[in-house]
């Protein structure tokens, strides 16, 4: 374990001995506009019981009987669309949305109060213009709500401090999108967006999503030509792919001890390839380690994003194949942890063109469906569907027998 794991468990464990106590004690409530902390009393082990506080954000939302849900983008939420999307919710078997509180370029989908520690930050943007309204009518719906922070791939964070970014020639670097990423090994990249994950459970959202939680594609090869601090891991004796494991595992571990109080469920997004190797040695997705750390794991699986894997030559047109094949690998791994998280993959309800002629198919009702049939077979009864522009297949069964 590195230094910065070392600290970062002295402290907890400091913390949780220094609270420890026969019985839980009188607390006065801090209103925060329906929102309020309330004493709870936890068991840690050796150290007994313990006071913590618990935030409550005046909202109630039941976790559903399993997870059915669909991904939301700032502006759908904030817009026209949110109304057709939560009528396609209601009138179908879907129960959940993944809503964009931290798009992938690093802004935020809503301005924040001017007393929220991120207003400063000028990241916000009016794309939701009222995202507790959106929460209550949500509430009201039963539609249960997940906030979506992209971590470690954000251009704004990037260019307004590249010392906690990649650079070279003293630029930032970008990938070939034009895409900057944040380093992984910075302890103040760590709280910044832990800071926007408690802001998300604030206003009512019941899980935290991260997603990018990783290093950049290639960064085997990339490493050796960026400049960029190694924050506390220079300290590591691990070689370069253990580092960069440890730092992603570290993070989640951090997060998710830091939301304990929020009353909110962890969840991660990972590459679906990470779960069939030992580790993804560029990005440092160690597919085990992570799902240690998490409530729930989200591997995304669609078709599009394999090549020849699994003995099938062009995934993406044998959608029920590379879904079963891909659910049975990953299960042999969930069995093996003495505390396994709640699967809940990414499926394709979208149309990968790009691929060519001869490689690809026309995403609809039959292609949804034989995904999620796939993994219900194999035991899994949670998953997400992504479509970026929000435009899901109609007249899908999404509890096909």
Same mark, same amino acid.
């Given at each position: 374990?590195?230094?910065?794991?070392?600290?970062?468990?002295?402290?907890?464990?400091?913390?949780?001995?220094?609270?420890?106590?026969?019985?839980?004690?009188?607390?006065?409530?801090?209103?925060?506009?329906?929102?309020?902390?309330?004493?709870?009393?936890?068991?840690?082990?050796?150290?007994?019981?313990?006071?913590?506080?618990?935030?409550?954000?005046?909202?109630?939302?039941?976790?559903?009987?399993?997870?059915?849900?669909?991904?939301?983008?700032?502006?759908?939420?904030?817009?026209?669309?949110? $109304?057709?999307?939560?009528?396609?919710?209601?009138?179908?078997?879907?129960?959940?949305?993944?809503?964009?509180?931290?798009?992938?370029?690093?802004?935020?989908?809503?301005?924040?109060?001017?007393?929220? %520690?991120?207003?400063?930050?000028?990241?916000?943007?009016?794309?939701?213009?009222?995202?507790?309204?959106?929460?209550?009518?949500?509430?009201?719906?039963?539609?249960?709500?997940?906030?979506?922070?992209?971590?470690?791939?954000?251009?704004?964070?990037?260019?307004?401090?590249?010392?906690?970014?990649?650079?070279?020639?003293?630029?930032?670097?970008? =990938?070939?999108?034009?895409?900057?990423?944040?380093?992984?090994?910075?302890?103040?990249?760590?709280?910044?967006?832990?800071?926007?994950?408690?802001?998300?459970?604030?206003?009512?959202?019941?899980?935290?999503?991260?997603?990018?939680?990783?290093? %950049?594609?290639?960064?085997?090869?990339?490493?050796?030509?960026?400049?960029? /601090?190694?924050?506390?891991?220079?300290?590591?004796?691990?070689? %370069?792919?253990?580092?960069?494991?440890?730092?992603?595992?570290?993070?989640?571990?951090?997060?998710?001890?830091?939301?304990? %109080?929020?009353?909110?469920?962890?969840?991660?997004?990972?590459?679906?390839?990470?779960?069939?190797?030992?580790?993804?040695?560029?990005?440092?997705?160690?597919?085990?380690?992570?799902?240690?750390?998490?409530?729930?794991? /989200?591997?995304?699986?669609?078709?599009?994003?394999?090549? /020849?894997?699994?003995?099938?030559?062009?995934?993406?047109?044998?959608?029920?194949?590379?879904? /079963?094949?891909? $659910?049975?690998?990953?299960?042999?791994?969930?069995?093996?942890?003495?505390?396994?998280?709640?699967?809940?993959?990414?499926?394709?309800?979208?149309?990968?063109?790009?691929?060519?002629?001869?490689?690809?198919?026309?995403?609809?009702?039959?292609?949804?469906?034989?995904?999620?049939?796939?993994? =219900?077979?194999?035991?899994?009864?949670?998953?997400?569907?992504?479509?970026?522009?929000?435009?899901?297949?109609?007249?899908?069964?999404?509890?096909?027998?």
């Amino acid at each position: 374990m590195c230094v910065k794991s070392l600290k970062w468990l002295t402290a907890c464990v400091f913390l949780l001995g220094s609270a420890t106590t026969a019985q839980a004690a009188e607390i006065e409530t801090e209103d925060f506009s329906t929102r309020t902390y309330e004493a709870v009393k936890i068991d840690t082990g050796l150290l007994g019981t313990s006071e913590r506080f618990r935030f409550d954000s005046g909202l109630t939302f039941d976790y559903p009987d399993a997870v059915r849900g669909i991904f939301v983008t700032g502006n759908s939420a904030g817009g026209e669309r949110f $109304a057709s999307l939560v009528n396609l919710v209601g009138n179908t078997d879907l129960n959940a949305m993944v809503i964009d509180v931290k798009e992938d370029m690093g802004h935020l989908t809503y301005m924040p109060d001017e007393d929220s %520690p991120l207003a400063e930050k000028g990241i916000g943007t009016s794309l939701i213009k009222d995202p507790r309204a959106v929460l209550k009518q949500m509430e009201q719906e039963q539609i249960y709500p997940i906030a979506r922070v992209v971590v470690f791939k954000d251009s704004q964070l990037a260019q307004q401090h590249p010392e906690l970014s990649f650079t070279t020639g003293g630029q930032v670097w970008e =990938n070939r999108r034009g895409e900057a990423f944040v380093n992984p090994f910075m302890q103040e990249v760590w709280d910044y967006n832990v800071e926007v994950a408690i802001e998300a459970a604030k206003l009512g959202f019941k899980e935290i999503q991260f997603d990018y939680v990783r290093f %950049p594609e290639g960064f085997e090869r990339l490493g050796e030509e960026l400049d960029y /601090s190694m924050g506390d891991y220079a300290e590591s004796n691990l070689d %370069p792919v253990q580092r960069r494991v440890e730092a992603v595992t570290d993070f989640v571990a951090y997060a998710k001890e830091k939301l304990q %109080p929020y009353d909110v469920e962890v969840s991660v997004d990972i590459f679906g390839y990470a779960a069939t190797l030992p580790e993804a040695p560029g990005i440092g997705q160690n597919f085990s380690k992570i799902s240690k750390n998490v409530d729930v794991i /989200s591997s995304m699986i669609y078709p599009s994003h394999w090549t /020849s894997y699994f003995g099938i030559a062009k995934p993406d047109l044998e959608p029920y194949n590379l879904v /079963s094949e891909y $659910a049975k690998v990953e299960n042999k791994v969930l069995s093996k942890l003495e505390e396994a998280p709640t699967s809940r993959p990414w499926l394709q309800d979208f149309t990968a063109s790009y691929l060519g002629s001869g490689n690809y198919k026309r995403y609809g009702k039959t292609e949804v469906e034989a995904q999620i049939r796939a993994l =219900n077979e194999q035991g899994i009864d949670e998953f997400l569907l992504w479509n970026a522009g929000n435009s899901y297949s109609p007249g899908v069964d999404y509890t096909p027998e």
